[in-house]
């Protein structure tokens, strides 16, 4: 862990200006596909070997139709969970980041899962994509940069969590966040139990997925990572239960289908 610029707790992540090597690698991949790298690829490239495991994991499942519509159930099915903010930007900035805050849930469980030994694929050999220049479209600014700290500190004391998600930074960047957390701050509270409710759903749906490897404990011990398993989990563990409690929230601004 370490500590942002106004002393606040929390995740250190590798940002895409910082990026070298297996990292830069991974995150020019995923930038195909993506106008910035998600939080949860810059917490776990802390350990560029589990990096590259959990990208191999991720990438044969990301783009499969039942990943993408069992990511679109789970926003539905919280869409009605808290009530969203009057403003109609920041409702369309919030609608934004549903589906992929859904994504990266589904992915976060099916990673615990295999880090814990659970699922049923072979183990992910963690070989890295071309190295190519990491250019993101839409950078979220980091923790250190974005004008917020102190909400910051806010959001994590509220929502219980070390994490400062893309999405928070993302709206301190465009000078949203304030307005948004005005609105969705105070129904943190009643929103617990279906985030809750969520974050089991999402472990079910991660299990029926069609994993094609898994960086699972015998991935991590052939490329010598065995004793950055606890720590990996950590981080597992919090996007686990940070991402429900987010994408609760943000599933109201998104419209019914």
């Known amino acids: 862990m370490g500590a942002d610029a106004d ?5 250190p992540m590798v940002e895409e200006a910082d990026a070298t090597g297996a990292v830069a690698a991974v995150y020019a991949d995923l930038l195909e596909s993506m106008p910035f790298v998600p939080s949860l690829f810059k917490s776990l490239a802390l350990c560029p070997g589990h990096l ?21 159930q789970l926003v539905a099915s919280v869409q009605d969970a808290v009530r969203p903010p009057a403003d109609a930007e920041v409702r369309a900035a919030l609608a934004e980041f549903a589906e992929p805050l859904s994504r990266m849930l589904l992915l976060a469980a099916g990673l615990r899962i295999a880090l814990d030994g659970d699922l ?34 806010r959001i994590r004391a509220e929502l219980e969590t070390p994490i400062i998600n893309s999405i928070w930074r993302s709206l301190a960047g465009r000078g949203l966040l304030e307005a948004a957390w005005n609105d969705l701050g105070p129904q943190v509270p009643a929103a617990r139990a279906t985030a809750d409710g969520l974050q089991r759903r999402a472990v079910e749906a991660a299990r029926r997925l069609p994993w094609q490897v898994a960086a699972d404990p015998a991935a991590l011990e052939q490329a010598g990572l065995g004793d950055a398993r606890p720590g ?6 919090a996007y686990l239960t ?15 289908p």
């Open 7 to 11: 002393g606040l707790v929390g995740y």
């Open 120 to 153: 049923d694929a072979p183990p992910a050999a963690g070989e890295a994509p071309q190295p190519r220049p990491v250019r993101p479209r839409n950078p979220a600014p980091s923790p250190q940069d974005a004008p917020a700290p102190r909400l910051y500190g």
């Open 232 to 237: 990996i989990a950590d981080v597992l563990g």
């Open 242 to 256: 940070t991402l429900p409690r987010v994408l609760v929230l943000v599933a109201s601004s998104t419209e019914h």
């Open 52 to 72: 590259l495991l959990a990208h191999e994991q991720a990438a044969g499942v990301l783009s499969h139709p039942s990943f993408a519509e069992a990511a679109q």
